[in-house]
C-alpha cells in the first residue's frame, strides 16, 4: 500500500490496523540533539486517546507509547525514531455482522474494489485509529519548532452549527470542557445538541481552527510546494477532513481586493500587516504573522440509526451500526489537525536553510 509516508526532510512512515497488534509510526530527519522522552509524546496521545467523556468512543485504550529507537539519554540521536502503540481493547466480535456489508460513509466499499479485500473490524488503515501515529510523529515536530520559538495550536471552532464567540476566547477554557472549544457558553450549547443527536442515534460534524505562531518570514517554496498547499494536503488526509480553509478562506471570494489585501507597516526595524486576511501565507511562504487554518468534519459515519446500504454480493440491505463510536469526531482531532500542521511546518522549515548561499555559506563557515 503506497502513501504511509509523508514529508521530504522531516519524514514520517505511519503503520498498524485498528484492530491489529499494535500501531506506531517512525519519525526519520529528526536533527540530533533535540530533547524528547516519552512524556512529551504521551501528553499528546493523551488528548486524541478514546474514553475521555460521553461524547467519545468508550475503547479503553490507554495509547501507551514506547520509544524503540532514536533517543538516548533524552536526547535524539539523528537516527529514526520508532514508536509503538499497542492495542488493547480491541473487540472485532462488534464487527462480526459487517463481514458482507458496505457501512455507508465509511471507506469499505472503496477499499474492497481497490485491493480486492478490507479488514471489516473497524476499518483497518482506514480507521481513524490510524491518526494515533501521526499524533505521535507530530509531537517530535512540535518539540523542534518549540526549540526554534513556533508554536502550534488548535481548538473547536464549531459543533453541528454552533460556533464559538470570539470576545469570549480563552485558552484557559478549551483546557475545562470536554469539547476543546475556547467558549464555555458555546461548549455548553454543542454539549446540548449533542444528547440530542445522540438520543436520535445520530452524529455531528464541526470546524478545528489551528494556529501556527512564530513562524518566520519565506517558510515554503513558490510554486507546487507551496505552504498552504502542503498544508491543505497535510489536513486533507485525516480521514473526515472534507474542507480546508487558510485565512478568510472562501469568504475571499466574497471580498475585494481594496479590502482583501494585507496592507503592509514598519514596526522598528520590522515589516508587520494590519490585517490578517491571508492567514499569514502569501505566494505560498509564510510572511511572518499568525498562519490560521479551519478543517471541515463530517459527521461520524457510524450511527445506530438504520441505513440502507448493499453487500458485497450486490443485494440491498439496511444496517444499524452497534459498537463503541464517537458521536462527534470533532474534540480527539484538535490534536490531529495540530500534529499534521506542525509536521508540515517543521518539513518546509528544514527544506528552506538551503533557499539561500548566504545562509550555506555562513553555517558552514569555520
Known amino acids: 500500500m503506497a502513501g504511509s509516508e509523508f514529508g521530504t526532510i522531516f519524514r514520517v512512515t505511519t503503520w498498524g490496523e485498528s484492530h491489529g497488534k499494535a500501531i506506531g509510526a517512525v519519525v526519520d530527519g529528526c536533527p540530533a540533539g533535540l530533547s524528547l522522552c516519552e512524556a512529551d509524546i504521551q501528553a499528546c496521545l493523551d488528548r486524541r486517546k478514546p474514553g475521555q467523556s460521553r461524547y467519545t468512543t468508550a475503547r479503553a485504550e490507554g495509547d501507551q507509547v514506547e520509544i524503540l529507537s532514536g533517543v538516548f539519554e533524552g536526547k535524539t540521536t539523528g537516527t529514526p525514531i520508532s514508536m509503538i502503540i499497542r492495542n488493547q481493547d480491541q473487540r472485532s466480535r462488534d464487527y462480526g455482522n459487517l463481514m458482507e456489508v458496505y457501512r455507508p460513509g465509511h471507506a469499505d466499499y472503496t477499499f474492497d474494489l481497490k485491493y480486492g479485500f478490507r479488514d471489516y473490524r473497524g476499518g483497518g488503515r482506514s480507521s481513524g485509529r490510524e491518526t494515533a501515529g501521526r499524533v505521535a510523529a507530530g509531537a517530535v515536530a512540535a518539540k523542534l519548532l518549540e526549540s526554534l520559538g513556533i508554536r502550534v495550536r488548535a481548538y473547536t471552532s464549531s459543533i453541528g452549527g454552533i460556533s464559538i464567540d470570539r470576545n469570549r476566547f480563552s485558552w484557559e477554557e478549551m483546557e ?66 472534507k474542507g480546508v480553509e487558510i485565512g478568510d478562506g472562501f469568504l475571499a471570494a466574497k471580498s475585494c481586493g481594496s479590502a482583501n489585501n494585507d496592507g503592509f507597516y514598519m514596526d522598528g526595524n520590522k515589516v508587520k500587516k494590519h490585517t490578517n486576511h491571508s492567514g499569514g501565507i502569501l505566494g505560498g511562504m509564510s510572511d511572518g504573522s499568525e498562519i490560521r487554518i479551519r478543517a471541515a468534519f463530517k459527521p461520524t459515519p457510524s450511527i445506530a440509526r438504520p441505513q440502507q446500504t448493499v453487500t458485497r454480493s450486490g443485494d440491498d440491505t439496511e444496517i444499524a451500526i452497534t459498537g463503541r463510536h464517537d458521536p462527534v469526531i470533532v474534540p480527539r482531532a484538535v490534536v490531529v489537525v495540530e500534529s499534521m500542521a506542525a509536521l508540515t511546518a517543521a518539513d518546509l522549515l528544514l527544506q528552506s536553510m538551503t533557499s539561500r548561499l548566504d545562509r550555506i555559506q555562513k553555517f558552514f563557515s569555520l
Open 176 to 241: 475545562k470542557n470536554r469539547l476543546y472549544m475556547p467558549d464555555r457558553k458555546a461548549a455548553e450549547q454543542a454539549e446540548k445538541l449533542l444528547e440530542q443527536r445522540m438520543a436520535e442515534k445520530d452524529s455531528v460534524g464541526g470546524v478545528v481552527e489551528c494556529l501556527i505562531m512564530g513562524m518566520p518570514v519565506g517558510v515554503g517554496e513558490p510554486v507546487f510546494e507551496k505552504l498552504d498547499a502542503c498544508l491543505a494536503k497535510a489536513i486533507m488526509s485525516i480521514g473526515a477532513v
